[in-house]
């Protein structure tokens, strides 16, 4: 589709004009792929990074090509063998530093200026492997605090497992209880019941289905600074 082009949002000045025709645009998308793929002697990280570039300069759809070039950096660093599951939340460094973002992406357009992108973009891994690390550590201290905190006020139901169970997802259901082994589907369902009545769960409906939303876990996920909520009592 011709006509997409790149606009400064407060100006409206067109930044950068993507490449245009289906031929090319598949030569180019077929170049980058290669690139990917064969470069071997280059460091993943950088070919990673190259490649942002390349794909968001290439901008091949006409809307979402920055949601995919940021889910594509992670299935790389998966298929790279560098991480297990795409969890490194590279977009909160690049959404967080948007306007530096975009004058890098053009100052490798307009001057070859390679070295500040590429530098801006390991900064960006290291940032957020630290930041990743710190909220993986507050998972676990709530896990430590929420079984010592089922221990304490329903020692009648406490398991390993189940309390592990509630820190697979931020909301589960009586059927991932069941699944895992720990319990028939009657007594899983007062299980869940019981860490509601505690206040470690709240139950939702979803449709017909049961939903038990773990809110101190929803809380650490999304907190910046990854703050542990504290049971009282
Ligand atoms: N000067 C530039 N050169 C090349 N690519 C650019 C430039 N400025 C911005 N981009 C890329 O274009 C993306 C926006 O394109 P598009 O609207 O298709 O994607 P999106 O997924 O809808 O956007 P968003 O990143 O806001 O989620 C930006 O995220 C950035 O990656
Ligand atoms: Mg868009």
Redesign the pocket.
């Known amino acids: 589709m011709p006509g997409?082009t790149?606009t400064n949002q407060s100006t409206g000045a067109i930044?950068?004009t993507?490449p245009q025709g289906a031929t090319l645009l598949r030569d180019l998308l077929a170049n980058w792929e290669r690139y990917l793929h064969d470069a071997n002697m280059i460091d993943p990280l950088i070919r990673m990074a190259v490649c942002?570039?390349q794909?968001?300069?290439i901008?091949p759809?006409?809307?979402?090509?920055?949601?995919?070039?940021?889910i594509l950096n992670l299935l790389y660093l998966v298929e790279q063998d560098l991480l297990d599951l795409p969890i490194l939340y590279l977009s909160r460094a690049?959404?967080r530093n948007?306007t530096e973002?975009?004058?890098l992406?053009?100052q490798?357009?307009s001057n070859d200026a390679w070295e500040p992108w590429l530098l801006y973009m390991l900064a960006a891994v290291a940032e957020t492997a630290l930041w990743t690390t710190e909220k993986i550590h507050a998972i676990r201290e709530l896990l430590r605090e929420t079984t010592a905190y089922v221990q304490r006020k329903a020692a009648s139901l406490y398991s390993r497992e189940l309390v592990e169970l509630i820190f697979v997802q931020p909301c589960s259901r009586i059927s991932n209880v069941v699944e895992a082994g720990i319990a028939k589907r009657q007594t899983a369902s007062e299980y869940l019941k019981e860490l509601v009545d505690i206040g470690v769960l709240k139950e939702m409906k979803a449709g017909r289905e049961k939903l038990f939303i773990h809110p101190n876990l929803m809380t650490v996920l999304k907190s910046e600074d990854h703050v542990v909520p504290n049971y009282r009592a």
């Open positions: 997409t790149l930044v950068y993507p942002h570039y794909f968001e300069a901008h759809f006409t809307d979402g090509n920055g949601r995919t070039g940021r690049i959404i948007k973002y975009y004058a992406l053009n490798v357009t």
